[in-house]
């Protein structure tokens, strides 16, 4: 269960879609929700006559103070009526990423909720790092369409893997709840001997649970394994993929791309990435 649940709210376009997502999960599973913002340390620029220009920092700093406001605020607005139990952390970074500046308090929550990078803005926090270094499970809001909290229908990408091991069961409450689970595992090893990967064990535990599960075994045909994923979701009307993240080293998937990559940031629906 997810007893405690941090928001990460970067932006106040990102911020009210990862509410929209937390504010029902919360209330699900009864738990305590945190919003974390973080806003940049001012960075002392030199004047003419040589010294630090006070009136910038100044400046600087009462900007901060009004985005930071501007995000209580909403926060607060949409949670005081809500009668749920919550707290709210400002934070004062180097980075300035509330991502990357909440990861010491995610790391004693039970789910952390962020929202898809936008490529093409700057406003977005790192949740690439998040999810890398947090220790705890993520779900990641899709930037764009409506925002669902009731799976109904679940994608979970299996290899076999620690990290998908991790993510299954991190995820097992939605599991659970949901009205079936689809097992995807691509490109099996030539060799049934290892069952374990080709999703028959994972699926009888999962079902123990009382979860409705089905295993898919899909050739990439040529296409690339995000690829793959991205049309079984279309194909399967799964309304959340669960994904163990960087199953691969970090650097591989910065110098070449990846999976984990391609998840957060163009998957259409929610994404629920451990590692």
């Not at 003419?48 to 985005?67: C, H, M």
């Not at 949670?79 to 749920?84: Q, T």
């Not at 893997?161 to 009205?179: H, K, N």
Request: hydrophobic share 45%; with cysteine; aromatic share 6%.
């Amino acid at each position: 269960m997810f007893k405690t649940i941090v928001a990460i709210l970067q932006s106040e376009h990102d911020a009210g879609r990862v509410l929209e997502c937390a504010i029902p999960l919360a209330k699900q599973f009864g738990s305590h929700l945190v919003g974390i913002h973080a806003e940049a340390m001012p960075v002392p620029y030199t004047s003419a006559t040589g010294f630090p220009d006070a009136e910038f920092l100044q400046v600087s700093s009462e900007i901060n103070k009004e985005q930071s406001a501007k995000l209580k605020a909403l926060f607060l607005g949409k949670i005081e009526s809500s009668g749920l139990s919550f707290e709210w952390r400002s934070l004062e970074t180097f980075t300035g990423d509330s991502a990357i500046s909440g990861i010491p308090s995610v790391r004693t929550a039970d789910l952390v909720i962020a929202a898809q990078r936008d490529v093409d803005g700057d406003a977005s926090a790192d949740v690439d790092t998040l999810v890398y270094d947090a220790g705890r499970p993520v779900l990641v809001v899709p930037k764009d369409g409506p925002v669902i909290t009731s799976f109904k229908r679940i994608l979970l990408a299996w290899n076999g893997s620690r990290e998908a091991a991790r993510a299954a069961f991190d995820a097992l409450p939605f599991i659970v709840d949901a009205e079936h689970t689809e097992i995807l595992v691509i490109d099996p090893p030539e060799s049934v001997d290892d069952m374990q990967a080709a999703g028959a064990e994972i699926a009888a535990s999962l079902s123990r649970h009382g979860a409705a599960v089905t295993v898919v075994v899909q050739e990439t045909d040529g296409d690339s394994v995000e690829e793959t994923i991205q049309k079984r979701l279309t194909e399967s009307g799964a309304d959340l993929v669960v994904l163990g993240a960087y199953s691969h080293s970090w650097l591989r998937q910065l110098l070449f791309g990846g999976v984990t990559r391609s998840v957060l940031r163009s998957v259409p629906v929610a994404a629920f990435l451990s590692r």
